[in-house]
């Protein structure tokens, strides 16, 4: 197992007791229990997949030895295994015993972030600013793509906003800031913090890529785009920059203008794989399923993104009904951001074929070749069980899941979710207002709890100020404007509600939005335009019962 390496130190430490001399970190007699024989208890409990366990044992062992090498294995054994409170823990045990450890303070300092303690993940990612780099720039380069997966975006963002205040002077910190406000749905401080980066480097074209990407995103689309087309207008400008504008002109809607920018770099004598990808992601999108396929063949005959073209032929074969092709794409799907999707949806396939048992089937073979996504695994699972009916089986799935992955706030919410469409709404409450003690100020609690009050008609000041404390942290999230719209409304302010909810529609695709809106417009008097609202919904969704009880309701 992944000790394995350390059988020589455990071998050490025997011969050690053997011979009367002390081995490190415990005296003999003391009652407590060498490091090897909790290192044999770490490894017991892998074998036996009982995961908090195994990290305890690992780091109870670091704990009981001086030896940095068992406290740098216990913390990346809990950390490969999802097990962030271990992780931490065996992180600070490997710091006590090496305080310059750069791995040691960046395990610290991820671990710290993915729990809510955003005060412990800052200190540990300022020293490293200070320390482990050639300059604090070179450090913000390098420490967002570290981050930026870790932790809720909210949070995230903040730990960015407290590095660059000890850095102020620094582009690439309000960079980073801006990047990681834009992913949290905060684009005034995007827009300013992308500013910033560009008035400290003028001419460093990510910051002002950055820039085009804010004001795009805050409304303001011409001129970002008119931004974006400086900088391919530009002497000397890259490959990377011309396809970042095409991505750009694509999701403002401008489809034709990104396929004249791509093209070139789709065929000739050199092809540019994100070129053609692009390319049959239009194709896909405007119901071309031809022309996508062929996309996706040329994109898998280049050598690169075979993963992501793989998955893109299997979902072609899905749309045109043809499950077993897709299988054999999808099934090919082993690793990159498409895997997840793809073994998702074999399950599923599977699942309507053979019976819920035969997809779950699959997804736990997956699992067990892929470790290091044991959290997503079970979600997966559990959205296999709910989708085909089986909210119980959802709901244990769940359990057994976050008996082996306590940490993880993905399950939890997931859980949450599970309780209410099983139409337990105190179980919902009870675990999220757990969840909020355990993390405080985190928005993405904050609004789940507001709503779900908010949706029951209950404690509906308290619902407002927490999601009002949420829509502080990420202004522009759909979801939580639309929280907000539906608590005004049951507080009776309809008309205050109307607003929140058109601007949530307008940023976000989700049916629930336009339940909401149309609920607001009825109440209003403006019938017509609710049962628009619905109908235009409904279209998009059409297997949405929700939208159709509602339009049922609706009738004369």
């Known amino acids: ?104 303070r960046r395990y610290a300092g991820i671990a710290a972030l993915e729990l809510h303690r955003i005060d412990v993940s800052e200190e540990h990612f300022g020293e490293l600013l200070g320390s482990a780099y050639l300059s604090p720039a070179a450090g913000f380069l390098a420490l967002l793509p570290v981050v930026a997966d870790h932790g809720t975006a909210p949070n995230v963002t903040e730990l960015m906003r407290r590095l660059v205040a000890r850095y102020p002077g620094v582009a690439e910190g309000h960079h980073a800031l801006a990047s990681a406000a834009l992913r949290s749905d905060n684009y005034a401080l995007a827009l300013a913090s992308a500013r910033q980066a560009t008035e400290l480097a003028k001419y460093w ?24 087309r400086e900088l391919v207008m530009a002497p000397g400008s890259d490959v990377s920059t011309h396809l970042e504008y095409a991505l750009l002109l694509a999701a403002t809607g401008r489809d034709e203008e990104a396929r004249a920018v791509l093209t070139p770099y789709a065929s000739g004598q050199t092809v540019i794989p994100g070129a053609v990808r692009s390319l049959g992601v239009l194709d896909l999108e405007r119901g071309d399923l031809d022309a996508a396929a062929r996309r996706f063949e040329d994109l898998l005959s280049t050598g690169a993104q075979s993963y992501e073209a793989l998955y893109f032929l299997g979902a072609i074969a899905d749309r045109r009904g043809d499950k077993e092709r897709a299988l054999r794409f999808y099934s090919r799907v082993a690793g990159g951001d498409f895997a997840l999707p793809a073994q998702g949806r074999v399950a599923r396939i599977k699942a309507e074929q053979g019976g819920l048992d035969a997809g779950l089937r699959h997804l736990e073979e997956f699992a067990r070749g ?32 976050l008996a082996q992955y306590p940490d993880s706030l993905d399950l939890r919410m997931s859980r949450v ?25 985190d928005a993405t609690v904050q609004n789940a709890l507001g709503y779900t009050l908010a949706d029951r008609d209950r404690s509906l000041d308290e619902a407002y100020a927490l999601i009002a404390a949420a829509l502080e942290q990420t202004p522009d999230n759909a979801a939580v404007i639309d929280s907000m719209g539906w608590v005004l409304f049951r507080q009776g302010r309809a008309s205050d509600a109307l607003a929140f909810l058109q601007r949530a ?26 049962i628009a609202t619905w109908r235009q919904a409904l279209e998009a969704n059409p297997d949405d019962a929700r939208l159709k009880e509602r339009l049922e309701r609706a009738r004369p």
């Not at 074209?205 to 974006?228: F, H, K, N, W, Y």
């Not at 296999?384 to 089986?390: C, I, P, Q």
């Not at 909401?516 to 008097?525: F, R, S, Y």
């Open 417 to 441: 979710f599970a309780y209410e469409r099983s139409g337990d709404g105190d179980a919902a409450i009870r675990d999220l207002r757990q969840l909020l003690r355990e993390r405080p100020g």
């Open 205 to 228: 074209v990510p910051a002002r890529m950055l820039l085009a990407r804010a004001l795009i995103a805050s409304g303001e689309e011409q001129q970002g785009l008119d931004a974006a």
């Open 505 to 530: 529609n307008a940023l976000g695709d989700d049916p629930e939005i336009d339940l909401h809106l149309g609920e607001v417009q009825w109440a209003l008097g403006e019938r017509d335009a609710a």
């Open 370 to 401: 892929h470790p290091q996504l044991g959290p997503e695994m079970v979600g997966t699972r559990a959205a296999l069980a709910t989708a085909l009916g089986d909210a119980p089986r959802a709901l244990a799935i769940l359990d057994a899941g």
């Open 1 to 104: 197992m992944q000790l394995k390496f350390l059988s020589a130190v455990a071998i050490l430490a025997a011969l050690a007791a053997c011979s009367g001399l002390p081995a490190g970190g415990g005296a003999a007699g003391d009652g407590r229990r060498p490091p090897e024989a909790l290192l044999a208890d770490g490894d017991a409990a892998l074998e036996r997949n009982e995961l908090p366990e195994a990290a305890r044992a690992y780091r109870q062992a670091a704990e009981a030895s001086d030896d940095e090498a068992i406290a740098e294995q216990a913390t990346r054994t809990a950390f490969d295994h999802s097990q962030m409170r271990e992780t931490s823990l065996a992180a600070e045990r490997w710091l006590a015993l090496n305080p310059t450890s750069e791995q040691a």
